[in-house]
């Protein structure tokens, strides 16, 4: 046992699919469980991520290995200028520490101090590289493409199965596709919108606040692609408005770890901070997603920044109750021999089941990426195609 697996049933007739669910016998035998959720002919699809061994080192690398990816700041004053590392947690004993730890919920963030310049001269943050040579020769046989990393497990007999009608219960599950459009269960209502006019009569006198990383990012850029807004610009915290339908769009990155290009750092803040100073009503938005820049630390530091963002949530809705708040799950993405080893789905899976366990019982809307994704026929992407969002 301990091998990861994905499965999905689905219909290229009826343009539907629908998320398995896994159950490891922890003997080298697994069971998959379908909802049969329409009746006609339907295909199953199982899928190994990685195999048991591959997940040990994966587990060793997160626990053992976070600073595998290198992060960096400029310090500046004046003409000059100084580069030094920073990460969560940094070795003392090459050198003494700037200490920028949030003073409100203690999210930690270390950087090497420059020779030159003080603490205060931080001028900027960027992702420096990645580190090599972290796995044996041996290791690496484990994550090679298109042989043991995401590769299909074909049927011994047949994949193919009629669904006949049924009056049964079905097992539990948040939707499925249905002629290509996303159909939610357990009595979440559905709305289409299939034209820019509908998008813009939904939002309108709407004030609608996005936090997170790039995979929530994209919804700001759908929204500014397909309906009128005027983009105000800067270069990051987004916003956008249509004076006409007063609505306004905010975008902002959550706070550090990011790995992205350099980003000043009076641009960076914590979810969780940027909540306690919201107030609003039935009008107001709040969307979070949280997940991506995390797969490279140990699943404690992503406990701990999803508790503190579930406290400032609860607060922001006992001030606020009729506000509502929107909450994005992580989602599978493609993999290769070298991005196994920093994002893998074996990890994104262990921070969703956090997020989904820190949000459970509070008054917040899902948009359960990972069944989305898994449910499409479209490859798995760290940026899923927009239609898996907004066509459903």
Known sequence: GGDFLLARLHSPKYRAGVAGQVLDHENGLYSVRFPLLWQGSAQFNVMMVHSSEAATVLRRLREKRPDRVFFASIFRHGRHSEKTLCNMCLPPDKGPLCNYTDLHYGEQWYCYKPKGLGCDTRYNHFIEGYAENLITKKEALLFQSGKNVKVPIHASTTDSINVLPSSQGTLATSGYYYQDSWRPLGGVPMRQFNKASAITQCLTNKLVYMYGDSTLRQWFKYLLTNIPLEKVQKPGPFMAVDVTHNILLNYRFHGLPLRIMPV???????????LDGLTGGPNTVVTLGIWAHFSTFPVEVYIQRIRHIRKAVVRLLDRSPEIVVVVRTAN??????????FKSDWVTLQQDIVLRAMFKGINVMWVDAWQMCLAHREPHDVHPPMSLHFDG
């Open 264 to 274: 000043m750092i009076n641009e960076l803040r914590y979810i969780a901070n940027e």
């Open 332 to 341: 599978p993405q493609a993999l290769n021999e070298v991005e196994s080893l």
